[in-house]
């Protein structure tokens, strides 16, 4: 395809920049890290690197071009989340955790938001940046499927991730846009490619309540293309879950059994009795951390016990009560919403809750604004992936290595799509309007 609008106005200056950032898509979702500390970090993530070099190129050549004023910047909801996150650092236990957590806001929801809302602006490059995506998301989901294959324990089906629960998360927040584009794309290769990633992706989600969020979220999506494709979902749906829940006993186990079990099991489940001493039936401490987590919130209602100070304290007897305390659970089953409430107070959980509804009507605007086939698609798997977001933070944080870049590349998408003419590019002296049409991103 002849490169025309978009890429013919800033090639060559930021064509660099542009395959730098695919680059980051194709990296940006596993967990190698780092660890400046082997038992207690930080733990530094390689794609989490790359995107803050990328961010200080892309920067200096922001100022140099004088392009300031184009900028799509975060709405006012993050901004005061950050300013909420300084003020509740006061009251932390720990003031490098609550570095930390700050330092990972403004990089992946200020700086790499804003960086990638600029870079994948316009239609041309919106529809690379998915087909990246779908590379990324491909060997995530055939390294699951490895796993899936060869793992003794469902809980390392995982791909690149630390555990099922954030591979879960990965693929719950993912599929929806894929599922979507599906939907309405013409290119036939590219419809197959996008359905088979959502099949074999679900099939090897081992966590349960993400699971049922995926497919909660995969039903909107067909509801927005008809209610005939919402009936051929439906059918589909019957047969896949028939056959997957009766012949694939780790399924079975883990989205039907474990997801009804309310009980802790297995040696790494134990509790705090004494030594010798039979553990009595103990509640799945994911469930139960939601009160410690609201009596936290209740010692500092406004600001919380400081940001990034969640595990710190989570431990602690006294926010328990009655309720008995595991010493151990499966890793990444935090609410995030009452992480966010117990860490920086009612304050930040309503900056919060303001961010994610603000992409969630901008997502849902979308639909309006692209009128053909292909960015009906793409409004409708954006609009899908934000649920699924909401959705999915209830029972395992997105805000976690591995997820948070792509969390941040999707919402910078609803940005960037919303941002000037659909199809035109808004660069230096140019005014999207006088901007050529860029090429249909089949």
């Known amino acids: 395809m002849a490169e025309t609008g978009e890429q013919a106005i800033r090639k060559p200056a930021d064509g660099w920049l542009w395959y730098a950032v695919l680059v980051l898509i194709v990296l940006a979702p596993s967990q190698f890290s780092y660890a400046l500390d082997p038992k207690h970090g930080p733990f530094v993530l390689y794609a989490d690197l790359l995107a803050a070099l990328l961010f200080m190129a892309w920067a200096v050549w922001v100022l140099v071009r004088g392009r300031l004023r184009e900028l799509i910047l975060p709405p006012a909801a993050l901004w005061a989340l950050l300013v909420v996150a300084?003020?509740?650092?006061?009251?932390?236990?720990?003031?490098?955790?609550?570095?930390?957590?700050?330092?990972?806001?403004?990089?992946?929801?200020?700086?790499?938001?804003?960086?990638?809302?600029?870079?994948?602006?316009?239609?041309?490059?919106?529809?690379?940046?998915?087909?990246?995506?779908?590379?990324?998301?491909?060997?995530?989901?055939?390294?699951?499927?490895?796993?899936?294959?060869?793992?003794?324990?469902?809980?390392?089906?995982?791909g690149p991730f630390g555990n099922r629960n954030v591979y879960s998360a990965f693929l719950a927040m993912v599929l929806p846009l894929f599922f979507g584009t599906a939907l309405w794309v013409e290119n036939l290769n590219q419809r197959i490619w996008y359905l088979g990633l959502v099949i074999v992706g679900a099939f090897t989600m081992l966590a349960g309540p993400q699971f049922w969020c995926l497919l909660l979220v995969l039903l909107v999506v067909s509801a927005m293309k008809s209610w005939q494709t919402t009936g051929h979902f439906l059918a589909v749906t019957a047969v896949f879950l028939a056959l997957t829940l009766s012949l694939a006993p780790r399924n079975y186990q883990a989205l039907v059994k474990e997801v009804g079990?309310?009980?802790?099991?297995g040696e790494v489940y134990?509790?705090?009795?004494?030594?010798?001493?039979?553990?009595?039936?103990?509640?799945?401490?994911?469930?139960?951390?939601?009160?410690?987590?609201l009596n936290m919130l209740g010692e500092n209602f406004l600001l919380?016990?400081?940001?990034?100070?969640?595990?710190?304290?989570?431990?602690?007897?006294?926010?328990?009560?009655?309720?008995?305390?595991?010493?151990?659970?499966?890793?990444?089953?935090?609410?995030?919403?009452?992480?966010?409430?117990?860490?920086?107070?009612?304050?930040?959980?309503?900056?919060?809750?303001?961010?994610?509804?603000?992409?969630?009507?901008?997502?849902?605007?979308?639909?309006?604004?692209?009128?053909?086939?292909?960015?009906?698609?793409l409004a409708a798997g954006l609009t899908g992936a934000v649920y699924a977001i909401v959705l999915v933070n209830l029972f395992s944080s997105l805000f976690v290595r591995g997820n948070s870049l792509i969390w941040a590349l999707l919402l910078a998408m609803i940005a960037a799509a919303g941002h000037g003419e659909w199809g035109t590019a808004s660069v230096a002296g140019v005014r999207p309007s006088a901007a050529l049409r860029a090429g249909d991103p089949k």
């Open 270 to 293: 134990k509790d705090a009795t004494a030594p010798g001493e039979k553990a009595p039936p103990l509640v799945k401490k994911r469930w139960l951390e939601w009160q410690p987590a």
């Open 261 to 265: 079990d309310p009980i802790e099991r």
């Open 86 to 158: 300084v003020l509740s650092a006061a009251g932390a236990t720990s003031l490098k955790s609550a570095a930390v957590e700050i330092v990972q806001l403004g990089l992946y929801f200020v700086a790499v938001f804003a960086m990638f809302a600029d870079v994948v602006r316009g239609r041309h490059r919106l529809g690379v940046a998915v087909k990246a995506l779908g590379l990324a998301t491909t060997v995530v989901v055939l390294w699951g499927l490895y796993h899936y294959f060869t793992a003794a324990d469902a809980a390392h089906v995982q």
């Open 304 to 377: 919380g016990v400081g940001v990034g100070n969640y595990q710190v304290n989570i431990g602690e007897g006294r926010y328990y009560g009655f309720l008995p305390n595991a010493k151990k659970t499966e890793p990444d089953t935090n609410n995030l919403y009452l992480v966010i409430a117990s860490s920086t107070g009612f304050t930040g959980l309503v900056c919060f809750v303001a961010f994610l509804g603000y992409f969630m009507g901008a997502a849902r605007r979308l639909r309006a604004r692209l009128t053909d086939s292909w960015g009906q698609g």
